[in-house]
């Protein structure tokens, strides 16, 4: 006899509730984690971003500096009688005032000389052959430069406890501000054009192109000196177009040595730096002459400064690559993670790229940064207007 259901003799129909089976997820769907899960950590360094969208909270405002125009290069303006020759004194003091000097014909003409000096150097070695037999002017300018290198022997690093300054740069630099050296710059390169009286003018660049005694550092802005003081010997004419070359492999290679001789035995202190996120804890514009070295070049790419071999054989011809390996040498650590700004710049494609983005750095970075430009100085070579 078959069974029957306890409600097949029921006359009230009891309806009842079942609860389906839990479906399984779909493939878009993901199971919810265990209370005990724990992911996967990301890999530490996300692969950087493009060049100008690098999230730096220091950087210029990253839209402003893509929308720049590149700087262009032009003629400097050579400077006639009546001379008005005058003591340069500082005027920057505010975002304001800085825009002001850069939006300036004098701003703008100084810019457009570092860009000329880019231009001379292009897909050019350290060692070429210069256009032109080099100037008495350039002559006379690296043997003042080589006087100072040679100065550092007689001043060597005293013990200190300090990681930076060490005070014998202070007599060094007591050696470069005194009258002698202004009277040998004066013999040097203005006597023979008898413009004596321009050295009450040009000197201060001169002597503040070196870093400053009193906090024993030294940074852009010192840099930024040294290539006004090269504008106001153009604008003297004492420096030409076709000169330009040969102060750009000769002059400021030089300089740049003499600036890497002091950084290292004296421990200057970086002014100003932008720590991880700089070039350099020091420099700027041998990574713009640099560029345009490089651009064109067949097998040296952006990238190749990760390559050990061509930094080790290519560094003496080429400001760029001699660059990272003092940053390699002074900073230790993996590359990406001391210097983000030039890894992540060893991305981009072309050192064409690579130079006009740096030449709108530099105004953006440097020519208009209150703590940088307030130290800048304005006479009558170089105007406040």
């Known amino acids: 006899m078959a069974d029957r259901s306890p409600d097949s003799s029921s006359s009230t129909t009891t309806t009842t509730t079942t609860t389906p089976p839990p479906s399984k997820p779909q493939q878009n769907e993901q199971e919810p984690s265990p209370s005990n899960y724990s992911p996967i950590p990301l890999p530490e360094f996300s692969p950087p971003p493009p ?62 000389f570092v860009a000329a000096l880019s ?16 100037s008495p002017t350039l002559s006379s300018l690296l043997s003042l430069l080589d ?41 040097l390169l203005l006597r023979p054009h008898s413009l004596e009286p321009a050295a009450v003018e040009i000197f201060p660049y001169f002597a503040d192109s070196f870093g400053n005694a009193s906090r024993i550092d030294y940074g ?18 004492l420096i030409r177009e076709e000169d330009y070359q040969a102060v750009v492999t000769r002059v400021f290679v030089k300089y740049l040595d003499l600036m890497r001789q002091l950084q290292t035995v004296y421990s200057l202190e970086p002014a100003g730096s932008h720590g991880v996120w700089g070039l350099d804890d020091y420099h700027f514009l041998p990574f713009i ?43 230790k650590g993996v590359f990406a993670e001391h210097s983000p700004l030039l890894d992540d710049i060893s991305g981009v494609p072309n050192w064409g790229k690579v130079n006009s983005g740096l030449l709108k750095m530099y ?9 940088i430009m307030q130290h800048f100085l304005f006479g009558w070579l170089i105007r406040w207007e």
Request: charge should be positive; hydrophobic fraction near 35%; charged fraction near 20%.
């Open 289 to 331: 002459f640099g560029s345009a070295q490089l651009i064109d070049h067949k097998y040296m790419k952006p990238k190749s400064i990760h390559n050990e071999d061509i930094l080790d054989n290519f560094a003496d011809e080429y400001m760029y690559l001699s660059c990272v390996v003092f940053v390699k040498k002074v900073k």
């Open 363 to 371: 105004r953006a970075e440097v020519l208009e940064k209150v703590p």
């Open 51 to 112: 060049f100008h969208r690098l999230p730096n909270p220091q950087n210029y405002s990253q839209s402003a500096i893509l929308l720049m125009p590149i700087p262009q290069p032009d003629k400097v303006p050579v400077v006639s009688p009546p001379y008005l020759f005058q003591t340069p004194s500082k005027k920057i003091s505010s975002p304001a005032e800085s825009r002001r000097f850069i939006d300036s014909p004098s701003g703008s003409n100084f810019l457009s």
């Open 147 to 187: 006087s100072l290198l040679a100065a550092l022997s007689e001043f060597p690093p005293v013990p200190h406890s300090s990681r930076y300054g060490n005070p014998s740069f202070r007599s060094w630099h007591a050696r470069l501000t005194d009258d002698s050296t202004q009277s040998l710059l004066s013999d």
């Open 220 to 237: 852009t802005g010192h840099e930024t000196n040294f290539a006004a003081f090269l504008y106001c010997l153009a604008r003297l004419g």
């Open 119 to 134: 231009l001379s150097v292009r897909s050019r070695k350290i060692s070429d052959p210069l256009p032109t037999p080099l």
